[in-house]
């Protein structure tokens, strides 16, 4: 078949297609005209005339064009075939059998209508709770003679209620809360709280927890049941809980770091014999305790490997003189505060050797290594060694270098001791890895 032949084949089955409801309205008015010819033979009244009734709403079934077309139909049918019925009752009775009529046609549509509005909203609701993340699940309400609630019968859930709930829809539709959630019925946020919802109408909000996740729900009485939103916020939970464990450890933090440089400000100005010796002593200080501070970071003041602190606390004397230092150890990790503490004593000793041993001439080095602890398991064993320097003194001087050495670990039951034998000056640490002091400080 040709293009044109075809289109033209369309056209004519659009035009049926719009004729036919007309055509369906003269049919079942053609009956009931038949049916008042044989009617007005037999009785000559006015209700004769309802029998176009039937075919007038019937067209109003396919639309108001075919119902007015019928009703038109009706009119000049009983005109034409009940002219003794007009002259008897004239066209008053016509006129109000005609108005019937188009009064019942237009209820008809209208209720139709309606019917169809409803049917339209039902399904945007459905379309939009099927789209929503939020859970939303609907409850008949099941009570005893006396009115009170036995249980809450699931009527609808959707798809976010139902992946919330890890059941499919045909799993929990039809289905009793408690026999699903036995556990439901003494949670004070489940069916108590339902049960209240639906007996004052108050609507209820809350979060809390079950099986190990945390929900936020809104409660709200909806004819014979309730109607629920949830939503599963154990996530948001994990982050706020996360967020207080890391403002705790920041004021921890914060506290130990003020103390620290309180008491660098308190024992350097001891110390100092001038404002500017006192300002080069806690400027260096400082900037020791800022590497650390910025080597932590990086961990998220978990913890640091030693060789790391070794490296970032002598990292301005290692860029000079890298080669007079030997440094060697096992990869062992340490806590946050102990890094801290380690790093103060390094800091306190490289700048004990560049004053007056092994870094104050040209000839002299320094040998620093760690191992674990053989006489004390999960503790590190540290060794700070000096040769080729200026002899030692006999006796060193108390000063704030060495009240830190002596204090640096006791919080964490290590010790250190220092010896000066005449080829330089001997430090031995000893403080607990990370596995035994923990990756965080209490």
């Known amino acids: ?53 039937p075919a007038v709403v019937g067209a109003g079934k396919l639309g108001v064009g075919p119902a007015i077309f019928a009703l038109a139909l009706a009119l000049v049918a009983a005109w ?12 008053v009775e016509l006129a109000v059998l005609g108005c019937s009529l188009a009064a019942v046609v237009a209820i008809q549509w209208a209720a139709r209508g309606g019917a ?113 939103t949830v939503a599963d916020v154990s996530a948001r939970k994990r982050a706020d809980d996360v967020q207080r464990l890391l403002l705790q450890e920041l004021n921890h933090r914060v506290k130990n770091l003020l103390a620290s440089v309180m008491a660098m400000v308190a024992y350097t100005e001891r110390s100092a014999a001038s404002p500017t010796e006192y300002r080069d002593k806690l400027s260096a200080r400082l900037h020791a305790l800022s590497r650390a501070h910025t080597l932590l970071s990086q961990s998220a003041w978990t913890e640091a490997s030693v060789e790391d602190v070794v490296r970032s606390t002598l990292e301005p004397h290692l860029d000079r003189d890298s080669a007079r230092f030997e440094i060697e150890g096992a ?81 964490a039951r290590g010790e250190a001791s220092l010896r000066l034998p005449p080829e330089g000056v001997v430090c031995e640490m000893s403080f607990p890895s990370a596995d035994v002091s923990g990756t965080t400080s209490a």
């Open 80 to 91: 034409l075939t009940g002219s003794a019925l007009v002259a008897q009752y004239g066209l």
């Open 331 to 411: 990869p062992i990790d340490i806590s946050s505060d102990t890094a801290l503490a380690l790093n103060m004593a390094l800091h306190e000793l490289a700048t004990n050797a560049a004053k007056y041993g092994a870094l104050s001439n040209a000839a002299g080095r320094i040998a620093i290594a760690w191992m674990e602890d053989p006489d004390r398991p999960g503790f590190v064993r540290f060794l700070w060694t000096e040769s080729g320097g200026p002899p030692a003194p006999a006796a060193m001087s108390p000063g704030f270098g060495t009240r830190l050495l002596e204090r640096a670990f006791e919080s």
């Open 116 to 228: 169809l509005w409803s049917a339209g909203a039902n399904l945007q609701f459905k379309t939009v709770q099927d789209i929503s993340s939020e859970g939303i699940v609907v409850y008949r309400a099941i009570e005893d003679r006396d009115g009170r609630v036995l249980d809450f019968e699931y009527r609808y859930a959707n798809p976010a209620a139902c992946e919330i709930m890890r059941r499919r829809p045909e799993e929990v539709l039809g289905k009793r809360l408690l026999e699903r959630l036995p556990e439901a019925r003494d949670h004070p946020q489940l069916f108590p709280r339902y049960a209240r919802v639906f007996a004052d109408g108050q609507t209820s909000e809350a979060e809390y927890e079950l099986g190990g996740r945390w929900f936020h729900s809104r409660v709200a009485r909806l004819d014979d049941g309730v109607v629920v």
């Open 1 to 53: 078949m040709s293009p044109n032949g075809r289109g033209s084949l369309l056209d004519r089955n659009g035009q049926w297609d719009r004729a036919r409801p007309y055509a369906l309205a003269a049919a079942m008015t053609g009956v009931a005209t038949a049916a008042e010819v044989a009617l007005s033979l037999v009785s000559r009244s006015a209700a004769a005339l309802l029998v176009f009734a």
